[in-house]
């Protein structure tokens, strides 16, 4: 699909590290950029640089991302917003913390893609991208934030099946470890934030996703890429 400014997109969590880096590379392709997210503060000066239209919005709130839905008719969806909480010891986390975990990674992201459907199928194109992670695929002390990921795996491999006929395509992301705000609240066991850093080597940057999810927006319409692992070169 041609990215020009006949097309637009939807990028929640969009207020820092990848959703943002995604937001400006599909506003610099022309792209009518929807920017998502709770800080408001930081999405009017990703605006203010770039062209995109803010959007205030926690994910959680059910209410305003079925009125989302049906306001903004978009092409594309990045559905990016997520966390991490208890990486490394999930039996430490506290019942708020998985019912957030999973409420937004998982429950929101299903209900996104519920509230911006219809349009899509109305208008016969579409794009979905989920946000996973590597964690969905390999088996790494994160089982909390990993069974999160994991169902965003299978979300979107069954969800493309469900789409056929409909001109929707559907794309997972699976990136490797990425520099962003991610882990600042990620990791809050010393013991554990020291294991996850032992593997120490180059990270990602949020435009190396941002460029991923670009390519894949963009490939013809007949190429639907299903999934696209990314991994930092030196990361086992
Ligand atoms: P950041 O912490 O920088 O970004 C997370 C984004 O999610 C923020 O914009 C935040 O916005 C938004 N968000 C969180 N909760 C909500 C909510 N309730 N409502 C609306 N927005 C919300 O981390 P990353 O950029 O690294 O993470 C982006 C995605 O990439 C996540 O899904 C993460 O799981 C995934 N990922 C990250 C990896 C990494 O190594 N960093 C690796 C693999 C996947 P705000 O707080 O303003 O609402």
């Not at 975990?101 to 579409?126: C, F, H, Q, W, Y």
């Not at 395509?169 to 470890?177: A, F």
């Not at 990620?186 to 940057?205: F, M, R, S, T």
């Amino acid at each position: 699909m041609a990215l020009d400014n006949t097309m637009t997109a939807l990028v929640t969590g969009a207020s820092s590290g990848i959703g943002e880096a995604t937001a400006r590379a599909l506003r610099a392709h022309g792209v009518k950029v929807y920017a998502a997210a709770r800080r408001i503060d930081r999405l009017q000066k990703l605006a203010d640089e770039t062209g995109c239209i803010p959007i205030e919005l926690d994910v959680r709130d059910r209410q305003a991302v079925k009125a989302l839905g049906e306001k903004y008719p978009v092409d594309i969806l990045v559905n990016n917003a997520g966390l991490g909480r208890a990486l490394g010891s999930m039996w430490k986390a506290e019942i708020e913390d998985i019912e957030m975990t999973i409420d937004t990674n998982v429950t929101s992201a299903l209900l996104m893609i519920k509230a911006v459907l219809p349009g899509m199928i109305e208008r016969g194109r579409g794009h979905i991208v989920n946000m996973s992670s590597v964690t969905a695929l390999y088996p790494l002390p994160a089982a909390l934030y990993g069974s999160t990921k994991g169902a965003i795996h299978k979300l979107s491999r069954d969800l493309r099946l469900e789409l056929q006929g409909t001109g929707v395509r559907v794309t997972e992301i699976n990136p490797g470890r990425v520099i962003s705000e991610f882990y600042n609240v990620a990791i809050d066991d010393e013991e554990q934030l020291k294991k996850a850093v032992e593997n120490q080597c180059e990270d990602l940057v949020a435009d190396d996703i941002a460029d991923a999810i670009v390519y894949c927006v963009s490939a013809p319409w007949r190429v639907n890429i299903s999934q696209m692992e990314i991994m930092p070169t030196e990361q086992t």
